[in-house]
């Protein structure tokens, strides 16, 4: 049996789930069961969906050291846990890891790790310094579910896809759609827009659909992969997103409204697979008629189009979750 300790809600969203739930499929496509632990209901539908057994602790997922008498009851000794959350700290850690074995899924590296191992999917992750005993870095492990490998290289791009994720705390969606409004390429243009079911705008968003005659919106889409396959171009947030429209090949408009979401989309866009890196938190509503510039920009030139699709589609090949479960696997082994 392998644990995962994550947990997701409408504040900090489901891309620690869903990232989870990508590596435990891949685990028990090789034989080996998988139980989560959260701390809260919120993100026990989607689990379960995905065919995963749920334990919940009834605990503040901020305040994770204070959950361990909780925890206790329900992780055996010697168990083989992956965590995924930013409110982990170096103790609490280091506790798990005398009880088992850990790997925990990094973004930030803020501190030092005392666990078997960490796993940083990001395109800057190779680039960290981590110093324990086994790493897995860059985006040959990025954890995305198996479709977007069997999907790769199937679609026709015809409509431009824009996402935000399961949440959008400053109405990005809704804004940016109010900008493409006002330009008729843009109004226009095919378009799908996902709203995440964290999305407190999705009804007004819906309401669009009589002012844009080409704009279809969609609320929490199963299978990800069948839209972008079909995209030619997306607007995204950075975070997995970011992984899995490389995996498909498509060019990316992306942007960042929360502070872990700023280096992938700066060194991204640095490294010169993404269009502009616009970052909200620090320029506020002033990003979105520049991000709606560069949508423009990159609609109307197929060559920037195809250069940014072929880097893109080079640097995630799909099969990160498999290499992942696959060290997994070797530690419930040993």
């Known amino acids: 049996m392998i644990y995962v300790r994550a947990d997701g809600n409408g504040k900090i969203g489901m891309g620690h789930i869903m ?41 503040d997922y901020t305040r994770m050291d204070a959950e361990w008498s909780a925890l206790e009851q329900v992780l055996p000794q010697g168990a083989t846990v992956l965590v995924d959350s930013y409110y982990v700290t170096e103790d609490y850690l280091r506790d798990l890891e005398e009880r088992g074995t850990v790997l925990y899924m990094d973004d930030k590296n803020e501190f030092p790790h005392p666990v078997t191992g960490v796993i940083n999917g990001n395109i800057y992750g190779s680039d960290m310094d981590y110093r324990t005993p086994l790493v897995m870095a860059g985006c040959d492990y990025a954890p995305l579910r198996r479709e977007y490998r069997e999907a790769r290289g199937t679609g026709r791009p015809e409509y431009l896809l824009i996402t935000t994720g399961s949440s959008d705390p400053y109405s990005i969606t809704w804004k940016t759609l109010i900008e493409m409004g006002k330009r008729p390429l843009l109004k226009g243009f095919p378009m799908k827009v996902v709203c995440g079911r964290f999305n407190r705008d999705y009804e007004q968003i819906r309401a669009l659909e009589q002012q844009y005659p080409r704009m279809q919106v969609l609320q929490n889409v199963p299978d990800m992969w069948n839209l972008m396959k079909d995209a030619q171009v997306a607007v995204t947030a950075g975070g997995t997103t970011m992984n899995e429209l490389s995996c498909m090949g498509v060019p990316a408009v992306c942007f960042s409204f929360v502070d872990n979401q700023e280096q992938i989309t700066r060194v991204s866009k640095e490294k010169g697979y993404v269009h502009f890196s616009g970052d909200y938190l620090r320029e506020g509503d002033a990003m979105i008629p520049r991000m709606c510039d560069a949508v423009e920009e990159l609609l109307g030139d197929n060559e920037l189009q195809q250069n940014y699709r072929a880097k893109a589609y080079a640097l995630v090949d799909g099969l990160g979750s498999k290499r992942i479960a696959e060290a997994l696997i070797r530690l419930v082994q040993e």
Not at 38 to 59: D, M
Request: charged letters at 25%.
């Open 19 to 59: 990232r989870c739930i990508a590596i435990s499929e891949e685990v028990a496509a090789l034989g080996e069961p998988v139980t989560f632990i959260l701390a809260g209901e919120e993100a026990r539908e989607v689990v379960e969906a995905a065919g995963f057994e749920v334990l919940v602790l009834g605990t």
